[in-house]
């Protein structure tokens, strides 16, 4: 068993899960720093929800270790874990689960009275917290009467209201619209930062994740360089995807993906081809030559250097399209002037 580093409050080796026979995370391993807002992203079904349980206790990995504060968390008990969620770590889900029976400060409040706190120090905590979150006139409601929006808010500030060592938020803002959303990611970091609470946020929002301190991207249950997400019109990023076997750098073009190791330039539709009858610079591939999405260019044609052929590009290539660059090129070799007047078109 080999000790985590000094200076990381939270420390996982080689996490090792799977649900149902299917692998959830393969052979991940992270650090957090003492104060850190982390952001785990990547596309939904990637293993950030996996890694923040295994994080917190919620779960145990099949492999790997877990450390806290320099104590192994994968050796621990079913109640110890518990208590130790309950006193040093806060919990925010994607979709808020509250009391239904308890009003919206006494929601908040549930965390303090269970640690034994009087019920004069817990409202007081609790409406602070509301009142931060612009719902401070929503404390005397149930959750029945509350909207969507509302009952999570009423649920992060349950979070935070013990003001956790570590803050867990798995997608915190799913559920918000983008106004409500910045305003509480907002909130929720810079009361993160006067308090010195470490926060692990799971996201497949890019815009979430640029307010974190530091990045870790998940893809298939392991751990990358980059991944690429969805933007909030609906497109594509457009940094490389690099995973543990390699990097295969692409530029996206349409919301499709060139063949690996070929740069393509954006065009309509994700299809590139040369324009018929076109030859920039006296270089150009044969007359009306194209390209299917996700293929590269036919031998014969020269479409910049490395050109390759794929298995899936489409139209005419070679002579039956029309003469290659090469072709071209002794063809007007052949008819230019000679001037000793002795040469004859054959």
């Known amino acids: 068993m080999v000790a985590p580093p000094d200076n990381d409050v939270l420390w996982a080796r080689a996490l090792h899960v799977k649900h149902n026979g299917s692998p959830a995370l393969t052979g991940v391993s992270l650090g957090v720093r003492e104060g850190e807002i982390l952001a785990v992203n990547g596309p939904r079904g990637s293993g950030k929800t996996t890694l923040l349980q295994c994080l917190s206790g919620q779960l145990l990995p099949q492999q790997g270790e877990v450390w806290f504060n320099s104590t192994p968390v994968h050796t621990m008990g079913p109640l110890v874990r518990e208590r130790l969620r309950r006193d040093r770590f806060g919990w925010i889900d994607p979709e808020p689960h509250l009391v239904p029976e308890l009003t919206a400060w006494e929601n908040v409040a549930l965390p303090l009275m269970l640690r034994g706190a009087s019920h004069r120090v817990s409202k007081p905590a609790a409406q602070e917290w509301l009142d931060r979150l612009d719902i401070g006139d929503c404390a005397r409601k149930r959750p029945h009467a ?38 509480v990611l907002r909130t929720l970091t810079t009361a993160a930062r006067s308090h ?34 969805p933007s909030g019109d609906g497109g594509t990023g457009s940094s490389g995807t690099s995973g543990t076997g390699g990097s295969t750098p692409a530029a996206r073009s349409g919301g499709g993906l060139g063949a690996p190791g070929t740069s393509r330039p954006a065009g309509n539709g994700g299809t590139v081809g040369a324009s018929p009858g076109t030859r920039p610079n006296g270089a150009s591939g044969a007359s009306g030559a194209t390209e299917a999405s996700g293929g590269v260019r036919a031998a014969g044609s ?40 002795t040469h004859q078109a054959p």
């Open 196 to 229: 010195g609470i470490t926060v692990v946020l799971a996201t497949h929002d890019p815009e979430v994740a640029t307010l974190a301190d530091r990045t870790v991207a998940l893809l298939d249950g392991r751990r990358v360089n980059t991944v690429h997400l």
């Open 302 to 341: 020269s479409s910049g250097a490395g050109a390759t052929t794929g298995s899936g590009a489409a139209g005419a290539t070679g002579a039956a399209a029309g003469p290659t660059t090469a072709d071209a090129t002794v063809s007007r070799t052949s008819r230019a002037p000679d001037p000793t007047g």
């Open 146 to 183: 509350l909207l969507q929006a509302e009952r999570q808010r009423v649920a992060i500030a349950r979070a935070l209201v013990t003001t956790p060592h570590v803050l867990f938020a798995d997608e915190p803002t799913a559920p918000l619209h983008r106004a409500d959303r910045a305003h």
